[in-house]
């Protein structure tokens, strides 16, 4: 098996959200479905672009290395830090397929030493399909917590997304790994994600609200997918300003934790990446107009067309946040 290389053992990746002072090195860069795909380092996320202001890239303080693909994973370094993906496009059974690419990017990591998953971001074809227990998302999370129950050894899970495209868009997972151990955020207005009750599939979702990784100067926060559910329930079924509305104020609830337990709480000014998951195109004008009035910088935020985990939700929030000023 070929290496990631070069990599520098114990090197602080300088993970930067805005490109740094004097330049430097992307580690990647994530393209929209239909957008070409020129470099190296560019990763597809593979939902339609609604509106966004040139690609999401994250940049380094430091050099990385060059795209590798190894038995299936795709994967790029920097110092302790990779980004791999996988993709499968047969996702007949949707179990079946979260189980092997899961299983697959953990023997990678395994392999090349990453030994911590900061986030996962999932695409998963006609994730809503299916009633009760066998709707794709819940057979989805059934895969992703078998693989996980078999290959992790940790006390945490990492943050996660996980959202639908069409009928093409197989199953897609994105890891960031770590040499080190991320700092684990809940949100307590909302019941932990694999503490949810039974009634929302034979599997609760692998995934905590959010971690931090330092990356020089503070941290950077890393926000599961959000939406407007407060305990377990789904709240306003039917109003986009309602979940919009929601999705906010457990942002806040969830920076109020991250300031109790980082010390310093994240501003939606900071550095800062957000991806805004749309059921319906037709809510972009209203959805764009209360995250601008809420204080997010507008030029920061990408609008992907997608389908959410739960029938009944139209909006889904996910971003990464500096916790500190740059
Ligand atoms: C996943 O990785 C995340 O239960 O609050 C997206 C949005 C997801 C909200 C939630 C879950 C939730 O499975 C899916």
Request: hydrophobic share 40%.
């Amino acid at each position: 098996m070929s290496s990631v290389e070069p990599i520098k053992p114990g090197a602080l990746s300088a993970l930067r959200l805005t490109v740094p002072a004097g330049g430097g090195e992307h580690l990647a860069r994530f393209r929209s479905a239909g957008a070409e795909r020129t470099g190296t380092r560019d990763f597809l996320l593979p939902l339609e672009l609604l509106e966004g202001h040139g690609p999401e890239t994250w940049w380094l303080g430091e050099d990385a290395a060059p795209r590798t693909t190894v038995a299936g994973v795709q994967a790029v370094a920097a110092g302790d830090l990779l980004l791999c993906e996988a993709f499968e496009a047969d996702t007949r059974d949707p179990r079946k397929a979260a189980r092997a690419l899961y299983v697959r990017l953990f023997e990678f990591l395994q392999a090349h030493d990453y030994g911590h998953v900061v986030k996962g971001w999932n695409y998963l074809a006609d994730i809503n399909q299916g009633h009760g227990d066998t709707e794709r998302y819940k057979q989805f999370c059934l895969g992703r917590g078998e693989a996980l129950d078999a290959a992790w050894n940790h006390e945490y899970l990492p943050a996660g997304t996980g959202v639908g495209g069409g009928p093409d868009t197989g199953l897609r997972v994105t890891l960031l790994a770590s040499r080190q151990a991320p700092r684990v955020i809940e949100n307590p207005r909302q019941v932990s994600a694999f503490r949810y009750p039974r009634q929302y599939g034979p599997q609760s979702p692998s995934f905590s609200r959010a971690t931090t990784i330092g990356n020089g100067r503070g941290e950077l926060l890393f926000i599961s997918g959000t939406a407007a559910i407060v305990g377990h329930d789904s709240l306003h079924a039917a109003s986009i300003e309602g979940q919009v509305g929601e999705t906010l104020r457990n942002w806040q609830s969830l920076f109020d934790a991250c300031e109790r337990q980082c010390g310093a709480r994240p501003s939606l000014a900071n550095e800062a990446w957000y991806r805004v998951y749309l059921r319906h195109p037709e809510h972009l004008d209203i959805t764009r107009e209360l995250l601008g009035v809420n204080g997010l910088p507008l030029e920061r935020v990408h609008f992907y067309r997608a389908d959410i985990c739960r029938r009944e939700l139209l909006f889904e929030l996910d971003g990464i946040i500096g916790v500190r000023p740059a």
